[in-house]
């Protein structure tokens, strides 16, 4: 194991235990912010929030002294990103890790992500397309080791060859696993210029089996063609839509599918990290002109999405490798192209939440919710980067950061 990755388990064990010292207080503790942003699109100043046991139990004017004073801080609902992967990494040759390395020093990159993920604010994340997701989920969730609360496709489908009844039986088995949802690739990557690459009968077979399961169902989608086959599947998401038009735009609200752009941050990633992608796989100079391409695209699509009455929209940016703690780009990046600031911030709490169906438990400052709190320095109703100037971060009741101690 390389020092680097010695260092860094020592650093995530040293954070764990000083989060569980933060924590070892008895009974309720409150928190006192003069800006409170509930994340369903309402406001409340000077105000005090009680958390017991894990989760909010009151919200009401502040009085007395809280046991954290975040004066001078906006505070929000925990932030959550849909779409990541969290193993993603480069390699100790800083290069994109594409192949087989050691388990331990997989495990390692991956602990770390998910850390300076929280350390972002974001106390939700959804990795899609990874087995090896499973044992951080679990780590996670059983909290013995700081992360984002964190649901797993644990892999994905996308072999084109297969057939409907072998898509059928491959989503039975990610249930079996214990997948939180299932990712469906029905498009080509943009980088091979985003074609369809399923049919509407193996879509229909993908997202029906999924649904029958129980399971919400994630599908990548660039073309226009490939969101209307997910859109007729009543699939649950449909993921970056980089090349989309109007048409299905519309068909998703009609359907009632989920839409999550990905303008912000992943591919901007790519490109500044081209050295460390380029000649691994389709990451090659015509897969990176192509990126490009479909990046000079996207203030026109979003602008389409916004104009498109009754379309959903979801919070993923589909973080790679190099994007990692940097998930508020995406956030930023829509507010600059088009969307109301107010939206934004709905759409990175409670919007997210529901398009998870985790409404009743996540996205929101409400008694009764899980006490996932994020305080930043400035208001985010008027200057959107204040979102990346995270201060505090608790969840679950757990404080994680706290720069005013």
Same mark, same amino acid.
């Given at each position: 194991?390389?020092?680097?990755? @010695?260092?860094?388990?020592?650093?995530?064990?040293?954070?764990?235990?000083?989060?569980?010292?933060?924590?070892?207080?008895? *009974?309720?503790?409150?928190?006192?912010?003069?800006?409170? &942003?509930?994340?369903?699109?309402?406001?409340?100043?000077?105000?005090?929030?009680?958390? #017991?046991?894990?989760?909010?139990?009151?919200?009401?004017?502040?009085?007395?002294?809280?046991?954290?004073?975040?004066?001078?801080?906006?505070? $929000?609902?925990?932030? =959550?990103?849909?779409?990541?992967? =969290? !193993?993603?990494?480069? /390699?100790? #040759?800083?290069?994109?890790?594409?192949?087989?390395?050691?388990?331990?020093?997989?495990?390692?990159?991956?602990?770390?992500?998910?850390?300076?993920?929280?350390?972002?604010?974001?106390?939700?994340?959804? +990795?899609?397309?990874?087995?090896?997701?499973?044992? &951080?989920?679990?780590? =996670?969730?059983?909290?013995?080791?700081?992360?984002?609360?964190?649901?797993?496709?644990?892999?994905?489908?996308?072999?084109?060859?297969?057939?409907? %009844?072998?898509?059928?039986?491959?989503?039975?088995?990610?249930?079996?696993?214990?997948? /939180? &949802? @299932?990712?469906?690739?029905?498009?080509?990557?943009?980088?091979?210029?985003?074609?369809?690459?399923?049919?509407?009968?193996?879509?229909?077979?993908?997202?029906?089996?999924?649904?029958?399961?129980?399971?919400?169902?994630?599908?990548?989608?660039?073309?226009?063609? +490939?969101?209307?086959?997910?859109?007729?599947?009543?699939?649950?998401?449909?993921?970056?839509?980089?090349?989309?038009?109007?048409?299905? $735009?519309?068909?998703?609200?009609?359907?009632?599918?989920?839409?999550?752009?990905?303008? *912000?941050?992943?591919?901007?990633?790519?490109?500044?990290?081209?050295?460390?992608? $380029?000649?691994?796989?389709?990451?090659?100079?015509?897969?990176?002109?192509?990126?490009?391409?479909?990046?000079?695209?996207?203030?026109?699509?979003?602008?389409?999405?916004?104009?498109?009455?009754?379309?959903?929209?979801?919070?993923?940016?589909?973080?790679?490798?190099?994007?990692?703690?940097?998930?508020?780009? %995406?956030?930023?990046?829509?507010?600059?192209? !088009?969307?109301?600031?107010?939206?934004?911030?709905?759409?990175?709490?409670?919007?997210?939440?529901?398009?998870?169906?985790?409404?009743?438990?996540? *996205?929101? =400052?409400?008694?009764?919710?899980?006490?996932?709190?994020?305080?930043?320095?400035?208001?985010?109703?008027?200057?959107?980067?204040?979102?990346?100037?995270?201060?505090?971060?608790?969840?679950?009741?757990? @404080?994680?950061? #706290?720069?005013?101690?």
């Amino acid at each position: 194991m390389t020092r680097r990755l @010695v260092l860094l388990a020592a650093a995530l064990l040293t954070a764990f235990a000083a989060s569980r010292a933060l924590d070892a207080q008895s *009974g309720a503790v409150t928190l006192r912010a003069p800006l409170v &942003l509930d994340g369903r699109g309402g406001s409340r100043t000077d105000t005090m929030v009680t958390v #017991n046991n894990g989760k909010i139990t009151v919200l009401g004017a502040a009085s007395g002294t809280p046991t954290y004073d975040l004066a001078g801080l906006t505070l $929000l609902p925990g932030f =959550i990103d849909t779409h990541v992967h =969290i !193993g993603w990494h480069f /390699d100790t #040759n800083n290069r994109f890790a594409s192949g087989q390395e050691p388990a331990d020093q997989a495990a390692l990159y991956g602990a770390e992500n998910a850390w300076v993920t929280l350390q972002a604010g974001f106390t939700t994340i959804q +990795s899609v397309g990874a087995a090896s997701d499973k044992a &951080l989920r679990d780590a =996670i969730n059983r909290g013995v080791l700081p992360g984002p609360r964190l649901l797993s496709s644990l892999g994905s489908i996308a072999n084109p060859k297969m057939t409907v %009844e072998e898509i059928r039986a491959a989503v039975r088995m990610f249930k079996a696993d214990g997948a /939180d &949802l @299932v990712k469906i690739f029905a498009s080509a990557s943009i980088r091979d210029g985003g074609v369809p690459t399923l049919s509407q009968d193996q879509v229909d077979a993908a997202c029906g089996e999924s649904k029958a399961q129980g399971l919400r169902s994630m599908v990548h989608a660039h073309s226009p063609e +490939s969101m209307m086959r997910a859109a007729r599947a009543n699939c649950t998401v449909v993921e970056h839509g980089g090349l989309a038009n109007a048409e299905a $735009l519309a068909l998703l609200a009609e359907k009632g599918v989920w839409f999550d752009p990905n303008i *912000g941050l992943v591919t901007q990633n790519y490109l500044e990290n081209k050295a460390k992608f $380029l000649g691994i796989g389709n990451y090659t100079e015509e897969g990176f002109a192509s990126m490009e391409k479909a990046l000079g695209l996207k203030d026109a699509m979003f602008s389409a999405a916004l104009k498109t009455k009754n379309l959903k929209m979801t919070m993923g940016t589909d973080a790679v490798a190099g994007a990692h703690g940097q998930n508020m780009r %995406e956030v930023v990046e829509r507010v600059k192209s !088009g969307q109301a600031p107010m939206d934004a911030i709905r759409s990175l709490t409670s919007i997210s939440a529901e398009s998870m169906n985790l409404q009743m438990e996540l *996205g929101a =400052i409400y008694p009764g919710l899980q006490a996932d709190l994020v305080a930043v320095e400035g208001n985010p109703l008027t200057d959107i980067t204040a979102l990346q100037r995270v201060r505090f971060v608790m969840r679950g009741g757990k @404080v994680y950061r #706290n720069d005013r101690r």
